[in-house]
Nanobody, 126 residues
Framework: QVQLVESGGGLVQPGGSLRLSCAASGLTLDYYVIGWFRQAPGREREGVSCSSSSDGSTYYTDSVKGRFTISRDNSKNTVYLQMNSLKPEDTADYYC???????????????????WGQGTQVTVSS
């Protein structure tokens, strides 16, 4: 049984930081792309970042480049999203997702991901 569990969300002020975690079970992280997505009220789901095991390939959407960092700890079967310099527009429910494969480059295409977590809420507000 594959399970992805997000944690680390919460309420922070603009300019603050959070680290989200995605703990995976029932799969070996080395063989999967992990993507982070977010969805704000009234908005479509948006890709944030992804990571492939192929030479540590990572990708970030333009709005978070320079502020967010995705990383893996294979010994813990966990993926992290470090979020710095948070802005109110980062407010959303954040989801991690897993896609079988080790591509040269990962993609933020929601329909290609096989497994999804339940999400963790991030609120950036004064």
């Amino acid at each position: 049984q594959v399970q992805l569990v997000e944690s680390g969300g919460g309420l922070v002020q603009p300019g603050g930081s959070l680290r989200l975690s995605c703990a995976a079970s029932g799969l070996t992280l080395d063989y999967y792309v992990i993507g982070w997505f977010r969805q704000a009220p009234g908005r479509e789901r948006e890709g944030v970042s992804c990571s492939s095991s192929s030479d540590g390939s990572t990708y970030y959407t333009d709005s978070v480049k320079g502020r967010f960092t995705i990383s893996r700890d294979n010994s813990k079967n966990t993926v992290y999203l470090q979020m710095n310099s948070l802005k109110p527009e980062d407010t959303a429910d954040y989801y991690c997702a897993a896609e079988r494969g080790i591509p040269d480059w990962c993609e933020l295409l929601p329909n290609t991901y096989d497994y999804w977590g339940q999400g963790t809420q991030v609120t950036v507000s004064s």
